[in-house]
């Protein structure tokens, strides 16, 4: 029986087996140090200096700030500073978090005084990626640590940074921490294993396999089962997503717990895991359109939720083509005036050599414009990952944009392959190449 071919505007369905072999998070060169050690998952000297800074904090009786990213990896690496710093003799009242407003950058003034005006003496800021900027607040007197994995030689002026970005496997942020934090105290190891593994899967994936150098969890995964770890992280970051933007609430659900199965008991995450699963359903719908050399997919959808990232990431599952390269979500509802893009490696280009990434690709056609267009679109154009970027730009750069990268434009005739030679007549083919040629059958 033939195979009916896929809607357009059909959602992809969820994953399927295939006999593509994946390409291995751990199959890469780790870098090396003159006895041949691995260094990871950052360099040696920053790990110790962030170990340094921390003990200096817990023993100062200082006020002291958190300042995590909203999803499972950055909450779930506030976390693990909060135990650990709690452990080693900082009175609890003394830490306090700064979850950033929706739409709101670590660097914004807006943000810089609502953490100045909380008066710390330290400040941890974790996950949320880099730029050169000013110190992360104007007070000399405080004292910044900066814990990320994105992508970045560029940083906050003042700050103590450990990255863990060129050292692959590049590790989670919750990882590094947990990595930083677990030999300060012996208590870490086994309080903050099921945070680690929550934060890393949160951004690696559900089935990651926990190989060298990254640490060996058969313990955390014998008291907690990967299920329940796996299902927890869809909760803790579903309140993000959603319009209300209640970060806070997975924050304290993850304070509070002691275990993943913990996590999954909080009613305000479960309504807001059934409210994001509604609004990808509704919107996963969009067609794709292609730039004209087949390399990437737009869709677009118009969403006052986060759901772009995940939208993308189920396309690039199931769009299939032996051109296509990224496929790019943009929602032009998330905020007004700015159109907000999730950009996820497709499936079928996972193991291209060399591989794709999507930080140089973005920048490659931005660099086409002939004005001003990168700058106009600034700091949180092209940020993150290589196999997982997007970007936040205003509307009217985000279309000169699609100008750029050919968006639904024709691709060019194929030339004659026998030049000046009589013109044989083709029956023409029932087999017609469109849309459809896009889709995993």
Known sequence: MKRKAASPTTAPPKSRRSNRVEKDYFDVESQRADDGATIWPAS?????????????????????????????????????LLRTLTVMGLAPELVDVHLLDKHSTVHDESERQAMQAKDPKYIIVV?????????????????CLLIDHHLSDKFPRDALVVSACHYPPVATSSLLTYEICKALHS??????????AMGTHGDL????????????????????????INDAVALINAPR?????DVISAWDALVKANGPKDVLRYPRLLDARAEINEEVELRTHAPPKFSKDGKIAVLRIH?????????????????????????????????????NFSCRI????????????????????????????????????????KEASGGIIPSAEFEELMKLMEIGEKPDPKPDPK???????VKPSPQKNNLLNYFTR
């Open 303 to 339: 969403s006052a939720s986060q759901v772009h990232g995940v939208i993308a990431t189920r396309w690039a599952g199931y769009l299939n083509s032996k051109t296509l390269e990224i496929v790019m979500v943009a929602n032009s509802g998330y905020r007004p005036g700015y159109v």
């Open 419 to 425: 030049p000046g030679g009589a013109t044989k007549k």
């Open 346 to 385: 497709a499936r079928t280009a996972r193991n291209r050599d060399p591989p794709v990434n999507i930080i140089e690709s973005l920048k490659a056609v931005a660099k086409l414009d002939q004005g001003d267009l990168v700058q106009r679109m600034g700091d949180s154009f092209a940020r993150g990952h």
């Open 127 to 143: 996950d949320h990626g880099s730029i050169e900027a000013p110190p992360i607040v104007d007070s000399p007197e405080t004292i």
């Open 44 to 80: 040696a000297s920053a790990i110790e200096s962030a170990r340094d800074f921390l003990r200096e904090c817990a023993k100062s009786s200082q006020k002291t700030l958190i300042v995590p990213d909203k999803d499972a990896d950055g909450l779930d690496a506030g976390v693990i």
């Open 205 to 228: 994936g559900n089935n990651l396999k926990w190989k060298p150098p990254f640490p060996d969890m058969t313990e955390v995964f014998k008291i907690h089962t990967k299920k329940a």
């Open 241 to 245: 997503r959603t319009a209300r933007y």
């Open 187 to 196: 208590d870490i190891q086994s309080s903050c294993g099921f945070l680690c």
